[in-house]
């Protein structure tokens, strides 16, 4: 899995917006699942968002109401897009799939940074 930032750096600031996009080598209706976790040093790694065959999507509290998460079929693609951020966001995010034998693949983590 290929994890991308849309804008460079991923430092924004609070109520700031950002995409997270993440390109799978083959089809995403490979896998059961996609998804975006973060994870803050010193905490254990939460799921963010998850979609499932493009459609069903399940999202923490947390940023229910502010994070969308959607795929793009043609592109293999996953995003995240990341609205009203807040300083509790910061974290590195990292795209997660899940095969149907419930093997994960991880992709490089990426620091988004919220300041106040």
């Known amino acids: 899995l290929r994890c991308s930032c849309r804008r460079w750096g991923g430092l924004v600031q609070a109520g700031g917006s950002l995409r997270l996009s993440c390109a799978a080598s083959?089809?995403?209706?490979?896998?059961?699942?996609m998804g975006w976790y973060r994870q803050v040093p010193g905490k254990q790694r939460e799921l963010v968002a998850r979609i499932s065959s493009g459609v069903a999507t399940n999202y923490a509290d947390s940023v229910k109401g502010r994070f969308t998460i959607s795929t793009d079929n043609a592109k293999n693609t996953v995003y995240l897009q990341m609205n009203s951020l807040k300083p509790d966001d910061t974290a590195v995010y990292s795209c997660?799939?899940?095969?149907?034998?419930?093997?994960?693949?991880w992709g490089k983590g990426t620091q988004v940074t919220v300041s106040s």
């Open positions: 997660n799939a899940v095969s149907p034998i419930g093997i994960n693949y």
């Open positions: 083959g089809s995403i209706f490979t896998f059961n699942y």
